[in-house]
Nanobody, 116 residues
């Protein structure tokens, strides 16, 4: 059974940093596109960042220059380094691994809370 597991969330003050991790059993990340999404209370889930095989990472405009997505193929892990966090970054962060026409899996999410 495929599982995506996010970790690294928590409570941080504005201006601080957190690094989220996404690991998988059953999916090889080096053969997948891996995205991070987030959902703030009362809002729709929104795209944050994506790392797609050998293509340059993509970021939402709201996190460009502050967040960095990366992967460690040896550990089958994708990271989201979040810097200069703002209260508006608060939400549940989800990892998604997909391959067009093949599979599309989501994790259960990890809570990130940024206090002002």
């Amino acid at each position: 059974q495929v599982q995506l597991v996010e970790s690294g969330g928590g409570l941080v003050q504005a201006g601080g940093s957190l690094t989220l991790s996404c690991t998988s059993s059953g999916i090889i990340f080096s053969r997948s596109a891996v995205d991070w999404y987030r959902q703030a209370p009362g809002k729709q889930r929104e795209f944050v960042a994506s790392i797609l095989l050998d293509i340059s990472p993509d970021y939402a405009e709201s996190v460009q220059g502050r967040f960095v997505i990366s992967r460690d193929n040896a550990k089958n892990t994708v990271y989201l380094q979040m810097n200069s966090l703002e209260p508006e970054d608060t939400g549940i962060y989800y990892c998604r691994a997909w391959r067009s026409g093949d599979y599309d899996y989501w994790g259960q999410g990890t809570q990130v809370t940024v206090s002002s």
